[in-house]
């Protein structure tokens, strides 16, 4: 055993390991570029959900139509949409209210009115201007009333004479004074409404 060679043993530096910053970079390029095409993709995929038109409907946007040649080509055909469209949502129309139906919707702020004006007529101060300010608030409901349109110009212009008349009381029950003279006027402007629908 004593003849046999033993191999020499001799001390080397170890070689460099092989550069993989070429490898690296490649990967990150790939990735970059993976992701650049999924933002692109993405990008036209929500385009194309906010545009439901965009899939061949029959209706043209209106810049298209407005720069269309006249005479259709045989490249321009749209397939008809097969997807439901919603019927269009229209007012109904306003029913004509007959003269009987509009006096019991405003019979009942009328009377009000009148024993409204006999309160302030013997009230003062405050108590006077509350009933006042209800007054004014009944004015308002009759004004938005809708009446029949063979009285219509004559409603609305007695509620808006009615309406200035209890603006006046008001300014005469803070004053004090023409209280009497103004809830004359008001019963006035009232008579007169209640005779436009027949009370």
Excluded: C, H
């Excluded at 201007?129 to 409901?141: C, E, K, W």
């Excluded at 110009?153 to 006046?168: M, R």
């Amino acid at each position: 055993m004593s003849d046999e060679q033993q191999p020499e043993l001799r001390w080397a530096p170890i070689p460099p390991k092989p550069s993989r910053k070429g490898r690296v970079w490649l990967i990150v390029g790939l990735v970059i570029a993976a992701l650049v095409v999924a933002g692109v993709v993405l990008f036209f995929v929500l385009n194309q959900r906010g545009k439901p038109d965009a899939e061949g409907t029959a209706s043209p946007s209106p810049s298209a139509s407005a720069s269309e040649s006249p005479s259709p080509t045989p490249t321009a055909t749209a397939e008809p949409t097969t997807e439901p469209t919603e019927p269009v949502q229209t007012e109904p129309p306003v029913v004509d209210p007959n003269i009987e139906t509009f006096r019991s919707q405003v019979s009942g702020w009328l009377g009000d009115a009148g024993r409204g004006l006999d309160i302030v007529a013997g009230a003062s101060g405050q108590d006077a201007l509350s009933v006042v300010d209800t007054l004014q608030q009944d004015a308002q409901r009759l004004s938005d009333a809708q009446p029949p349109t063979s009285i219509l110009e004559q409603w609305y212009s007695g509620v808006g004479v009615y309406s200035d008349e209890l603006a006046t009381l008001r300014s005469a029950v803070s004053a004090g004074s023409g209280v009497t003279a103004a809830v004359e006027d008001a019963r006035a402007a009232l008579a007169n409404l209640k005779a436009i629908v027949g009370l």
